[in-house]
């Protein structure tokens, strides 16, 4: 089959592209796109590090098709910042040293990010559930529980 | 070159026309079909994504039931308060497929589908007597979902069907249900065993009517007899037989999540601590 | 010099700047091993064995090179056939003709993902679309996996050329046990004779992947006048430019290695596997190549540490004294000789001051993995056999298990069964704050029903190790300082390192920015590993840092026109010192630095050292777990890590190390193992059935850090990273005994594992 293609909106801007069938979004951001923040640590949706938000909902993009973007928004780790401002989960990662590696970091920050836009007061437990698709294998998690609880308190205001 | 076919219809009578093609595989949420081909255990000549289809997607409360569109993501579920508050187990199982990320993709359908034994969705839609409609070449049909799974990966649809959507029937009076299931870890395991329990309680409290079903100890999910608990509140002779009576049903294997011993003994475990949380909605409606 | 002292102000060592790659990391642009493309760039993909152990009888590549788009395809003729020769790598010892070997197989497989052949074609799909034609003709041999089956009488042999190294005589006949080790202090076989109480056990672990989130990836460029450039994440770039040299048969200069980011690695990536296969795709295709593992490779061809056996002996007098000990550590090696089990028998007893101790071990191979570093190697092993024993003599004593930690633990001037006179070492520090801890005093709550509470504690030793490391500090002409470390950065060196140069420069930590050099630009350095970097690299870069402050006091003399030991060094600028204080104003770096040229030209400094004198690393870790009778499943309620740090340069991040590697600990100890079937094919290569630690799995970690100095090091810091994830198996393994009454010998305590001794113990 040709390549099929899509037309998308990514990060608040119009995108295009050609991709094969079987090609996962994925591929697509990091092949197509040179959006290689996305990472990945595992293909097979068992890791988050690829996580992305599509139409409001977080998934993998391990586990879409890059044929299923046609029409959709789409959010990635490179859209998370406002032009120069880093959001208050990327500044408050930083600050509470909730990465070692930073490899899985894009994907948790995209992660907690679409657990605050649906629930900007959740408890550390809820936090911890949520995050369970994103594994980290540097921080035994302390610190970035800590830096999403911290961001979230701040987002609010508080 | 491996290159399927991508085709996303948006009429049932699209899907069903190219679901009959030779190597048509229907996407719903992908969580288990990408990886299939990913690993190259399944590659489909056509990849028809029934997303676009009406009615696939979306939640719609009919009479005191509902009609839940095959493909809705377990996220959508969990958002719908009404549908949380009447069939608390049906979502709590569906939410438990997979992790938040998994959530926003993976659907009923697809979970029934896919043919796990292991299916956290299914043993709690068994209970509730959920139906599956499954379209086709022939028409419409409606189909329990326990009938649906075949064995490990097979399922008894024919060839151009699939589910189009699932019927909850209307809630019984004092019912509840519960879906519990057991892994090693807390989140992103596969079910070691599940058990989906519906219970119907009298006017007296007592339990009028019992439906228990157990995941991953059979080829399929598998049904509990669970008579012993008719008339009771629960209480530990009823349990112990409820024990007793899963454990009997087990015919599970040893593989890397478990093995038969302890897949059975906690099959009694769990049919008991679902049964009790279900008894306990129900008594609370 | 050092900085050492309650006199001695740090402004900037000891405070939690923001690390100066963080923005990079958060906000997606860091580039790791997947992430690089250069100009020309083909893809390849490894052909692996589905056997655990069969000879090659053929290859035919034909069909896969006839698939349009394939430009090569190489198999183990294509790598040079090197003479066998050991050499000290990594974080133990190693040769090169068995790394080769591992690379890709010669001859025989000897495990399910042994790489045979590998593609390299226009896209990694009609990589892996060719790679699948790649036609191996195997005769299947019979395999061994446990250590146990390895040393059975009549065991299939995978090396028919090894012979046990260590024994008296040397053994006539080939075996799969590679080596045997002792290490011994008095005669313990006498000495329990003073024993009131003795307590002896097996224990069993399993072999556990490092499991890294980033999977290992390369781009290698190969050109036509024989230089190479290499890009990829290791955990050294000088390590992976001399491995590929050795096996492609390169000079060390006609090889560059960039390193990038690296996501995660805990010992693994201190060694080579794609690399070598890119350098040859490339050399053979004329083109740069990208490989990169998928995790089932990671999995199937990647090291693990070792499963092993271990045998304990523990006999004290009923005070509590520890009057013998012996242990027996037999290790898995996998596929070629060189398990950790020298330093699981030397660290074994390291917390204890003791008489009579013997550690001795096996170094064996079977058809698995070939095992590579994975934090502290081998200590983890043994010390959960040694530490669950000195439990269960707390138990028969009716000991508090802290209490008699106390009583025997190693201090200042304990001679070390290893060998070493123990210095500045914090362990009784760490004890006493464990024990006093609001944890440990705490009480453990009341279980809900059908379920039990228990606390356990224990400790743990870890060497430490300095080396050759090599640190630059240049001076800007705007008088910000760049600081390169030829180390990669796994947890936050990069912090460290800058800060450390601050301190020494006395400039804001914002001023100074640190890179990795590659190995072109930075003198050589020894991997991240053996908890090194901020010890023997952080030297360097002092040393570098002070080099370029004595220099600007020079240049600050020169414009003043006075003597340069008139000039001092303060608060980031120079002042005139003795009897030319208050002559002149103070000269800022700045200052000094935008009229460099006027005063001898750019300043920067340069060192490279064999650092010497790491301090030992020593933690205690407390554990409350939460045990489902019913079902077996252990909840971690509370942990608390305490550790001897020497002095935390960035606190934020060694509380990261300490946290990190307990929960790596808890994995190990809770639910992570190898899965083999019987055809000897590794069942569970992914993440989901290979069970590491979730976040809801487990609660916060808490961390007391310990502060006692080492004085060899500038601002006395100790290795950190490792020794986390020693305590942490017997811990759990203590809080469930304790709970339950069990004491659980086989890793990992998983569910079923758990119910079943539960059973057992009802019946």
């Known amino acids: 089959m040709a390549k099929i293609h899509v037309t998308t909106k990514i990060n608040g801007e119009d995108a295009e592209f050609l991709c094969e069938p079987q090609q996962t979004m994925l591929d697509v951001l990091r092949d197509e796109l040179s959006l290689t923040g996305s990472k990945e640590g595992c293909g097979s949706g068992d890791c988050g590090a690829c996580s992305i938000i599509v139409d409001g909902r977080l998934v993998c993009s391990c586990l879409m098709f890059g044929a299923e973007a046609s029409g959709a928004e789409i959010t990635t780790i490179e859209g998370i910042a406002n032009g120069d401002t880093l959001h208050p989960l990327q500044q408050k990662f930083l600050e509470h040293a909730a990465l070692q590696c930073g490899f899985c970091t894009p994907g948790v920050l995209v992660a907690s990010k679409a657990l605050l836009d649906a629930n900007p007061s959740p408890t550390e437990e809820q936090a911890r559930y949520w995050l369970a698709g994103n594994l980290c294998r540097c921080t035994g998690y302390d610190k970035i529980i800590e830096a999403v609880m911290d961001a979230a308190a701040e987002m609010r205001g508080e | ?285 | 010099m050092n900085y050492l002292g309650k006199d001695v102000q740090l402004k900037v060592v000891g405070t939690r700047p923001i690390r100066p790659d963080g923005v990079e990391k958060v906000n997606g642009r860091a580039a790791f091993g997947a992430d690089v493309a250069v100009s020309g760039m083909i893809h390849a993909k490894v052909v692996r064995s589905p056997h655990a152990h069969a000879r090659i009888k053929s290859i035919d590549t034909s069909k896969a090179e006839a698939v349009k788009g394939v430009s090569a395809v190489i198999t183990g003729a294509d790598l040079p056939d090197i003479p066998s020769e050991e050499a000290f790598v990594g974080e133990g010892p190693a040769n090169f003709r068995e790394m080769s070997h591992n690379v890709i197989a010669r001859g025989k497989v000897l495990y399910d993902g042994h790489a045979v052949a590998a593609v390299a074609a226009t896209s990694a799909a009609i990589a892996e679309e060719a790679a699948r034609l790649v036609e191996v003709e195997y005769e299947v041999l019979p395999h061994v996996i446990s250590v146990e089956e390895a040393m059975a009488d009549g065991a299939p042999v995978l090396h028919d050329d090894m012979f046990t190294q260590g024994v008296d005589p040397k053994p006539t006949k080939a075996s799969n046990v590679a080596k045997r080790v002792e290490f011994k202090l008095g005669d313990s076989n006498a000495a329990f004779s003073k024993a009131d109480v003795i307590v002896e056990r097996q224990y069993k672990t399993q072999p556990v992947h490092q499991a890294y989130i980033e999977p290992h990836a390369c781009v290698v460029s190969y050109n036509p006048d024989g230089q190479a450039q290499i890009w990829c994440s290791s955990q050294g770039q000088f390590m992976v430019r001399a491995f590929c040299a050795k096996l492609l048969g390169m000079d060390i200069a006609s090889i560059r290695v960039m390193p990038l980011e690296i996501g995660g690695g805990f010992g693994g990536k201190t060694l080579v596997y794609l690399e070598p296969l890119a350098l040859a795709l490339s050399k053979k295709s004329g083109r740069p190549v990208k490989m990169v593992m998928s995790r089932e490779e990671v999995f199937r061809g990647s090291g693990p540490t070792s499963g092993g056996t271990i045998n304990v002996k523990i006999g004290a007098t009923k005070n509590g004294r520890i009057v013998a000990a012996e242990c027996e550590t037999i290790l898995q090696a996998g596929a070629f000789p060189g398990s950790p089990v020298g330093p699981a028998c030397m660290t074994a007893f390291a917390c204890y001051d003791l008489t009579d101790v013997t550690a001795f071990g096996y170094d064996v191979v079977s058809n698995r993995p070939k095992v590579a570093a994975y934090r502290a190697p081998g200590a983890p092993i043994s010390t959960f056999a040694v530490e669950s024993a000195v439990d269960e003599l707390a138990q028969n004593l009716g000991m508090d298990p802290g209490e008699l930690r106390l009583i025997n633990a190693a201090k200042d001037e304990t001679k070390a069964a290893y060998g070493p006179t123990l210095k500045n070492i914090g362990f009784v520090e760490t004890l006493e704050a464990a024990v006093a801890s609001q944890h440990y005093t705490s009480d453990l709550g009341e279980a809900p029903k059908g379920k039990r509470r228990g606390r356990g504690i224990a400790s743990g030793f870890w060497f430490n190790i300095g080396g050759e490391s090599s640190g630059a500090t240049y001076v800007n002409e705007d008088g910000t300082v760049t600081v390169v470390s030829g180390n990669p950065d796994i947890g936050g060196s990069r912090a460290s390192m800058g800060m450390m140069a601050a301190e020494v420069l006395g400039i804001e930590v914002e001023r100074v920015r640190t890179i990795v050099g590659d190995t072109a630009s930075v003198g050589y350095s020894f991997l991240t590993g053996g908890s090194r970097v901020t010890f023997a690299t952080g030297m360097a870069v002092t040393q570098s840092a002070e080099e370029v402050r004595d220099d600007l006091c020079r240049r600050a003399a020169l414009i003043w026109e006075i003597d340069a030991d008139a000039v001092e060094w303060r608060d980031g600028h120079a002042h005139p010192a003795g009897e030319n204080a208050g002559k002149f104003d103070p000269l800022s770096l700045s200052d000094i630095a935008a009229k460099s040229g006027r005063t001898g030209g750019p300043i920067a400094a340069k060192s490279s050292i064999n650092a010497q004198g790491a301090g030992p690393g020593y933690a205690t870790h407390i554990c409350d777990v939460e045990v489902d009778e019913e079902t077996g499943h252990v909840a971690v309620l509370r942990y608390t890590a305490v550790q001897d740090v020497g002095k935390a340069i960035h606190p934020a991040y060694v509380e990261g190390q300490m946290q990190g590697g307990a929960v790596q600990g808890i994995g190990w100890a809770l639910n992570e193992e190898y899965i083999y079937n019987k055809d000897g094919r590794l069942d569970n290569p992914g993440f989901l059935d290979y069970r590491v630690p979730v976040a809801s799995d487990l609660p916060m970690i808490e961390t007391v850090l310990i502060e006692v100095p080492n004085p060899r090091h500038p601002f006395g810091a100790k290795g950190v990273g490792e020794v986390p994830i020693v305590p942490p198996m017997a811990a759990v393994a203590n809080a469930i005994s304790n709970a339950t009454g069990l004491r659980m010998p086989n890793l990992p305590m998983s569910p079923p594992h758990v119910r079943a001794a539960l059973d057992a113990a009802k019946a």
């Open chain 2, 1 to 285: 070159m491996y290159a399927p076919n991508f085709a996303a219809p948006q009429s049932i009578d699209d899907a069903v026309r190219m679901l009959g093609a030779d190597g048509a595989k229907p996407l719903s949420g992908g969580t288990d079909l990408i990886v299939q081909m990913r690993s190259g255990r399944n590659r489909p000549d056509h990849i028809v994504d029934l997303k676009k289809v009406p009615g696939l997607i979306g939640i719609k409360a009919e009479g005191a039931g509902f009609r839940v569109g095959a493909a809705t993501p377990g996220a959508e579920l969990g958002e719908d308060k009404a549908l949380v508050a009447a069939y608390p187990g049906i979502v709590e199982g569906a939410e438990l497929i997979g992790s938040t990320q998994v959530q926003g993709r993976a659907s009923l359908a697809g979970n029934l589908c896919n043919a796990s034994p292991a299916a956290d969705s299914v043993p709690a839609m068994a209970a509730c007597g959920v139906k599956a409609v499954v379209v086709g070449p022939n028409g419409e049909r409606e189909v329990p979902v326990q009938d649906i799974p075949a064995g490990p990966g097979k399922t008894s649809l024919g060839k151009g069907e699939f589910v189009k959507e699932f019927v909850l029937p209307a809630l019984p009076a004092n019912s509840g249900d519960a879906y519990l299931r057991f892994i090693p870890r807390t989140e992103m395991d596969i079910a070691v065993v599940g058990a989906g329990v519906q219970i119907q309680l009298a006017g007296d409290g007592t339990v009028a009517k019992a439906s228990v079903w157990l995941g991953a100890v059979a080829p399929t999910i598998v049904e509990v007899d669970a008579s012993c608990l008719i008339g009771t509140k629960l209480d530990d002779a009823a349990m112990a037989k409820l024990d007793a009576a899963a454990q009997a049903v087990c015919n599970p294997i040893d593989d890397k999540r478990g093995t038969i011993e302890y897949r059975t003994k906690v099959a009694g475990v769990m049919a008991r601590r679902t049964a009790e949380i279900a008894f306990k909605r129900a008594g609370a409606r």
